[in-house]
């Protein structure tokens, strides 16, 4: 699998959980804490791959740095935001004022990566190297997944 279809298959798979998490109500919190656990592992196995992997390949690169360099700061915001939804009770409505944002940042995050990094970043790689990629990403995420899960 290559590293856009990889990274394509989270997004929609983090898409996916967001509007659930949106569908629930502050009388929902079980649900809630289930859903924005599964969110945040989601979440830090997929950055992990891109800070450690996918972004080191495209930062070197005129075409791909500075949306590479903006891409680990959005990063860095969606964390902050999730450590703060963590310290927050989940029937709070500040929690959903706060998770609106997270929800918002991450649409935006993904939104620039798809529509403006992968273009450029395929022209970087080229096939064989988006394919290079692709394998230790898949590689990295089923090791972290074992790990989180032992």
């Known amino acids: 699998m290559n590293a856009f279809t990889l990274l394509k298959a989270d997004h ?31 979440l830090d196995i997929h950055t992990r791959i891109e800070e450690t992997i996918f972004y080191p390949a495209l930062e070197e690169a005129d075409e791909t740095r500075d ?3 903006e891409a680990f700061e959005e990063h860095k915001v969606v964390k902050t935001l999730l450590g703060e939804l963590e310290s927050l009770g989940k029937d709070k409505e500040e929690w959903t004022a706060k998770f609106t944002v997270l929800k918002e940042n991450i649409e935006h995050h993904v939104e620039e990566e798809e529509g ?8 970087v790689l080229g096939e064989e190297g988006a394919e290079t990629l692709g394998t230790r990403m ?10 989180a899960a032992s």
């Open 12 to 42: 929609k798979k983090l898409a996916g959980i967001l509007e659930k998490i949106d569908a629930t109500t502050e009388r929902g919190v079980k649900t809630r804490e289930e859903l924005f656990t599964q969110l945040k592992t989601e």
């Open 116 to 123: 403006e990094m992968f273009p450029k970043a395929r022209k």
């Open 67 to 69: 949306i590479t360099l």
């Open 138 to 147: 898949e590689q990295a995420k089923g090791d972290q997944k074992a790990a």
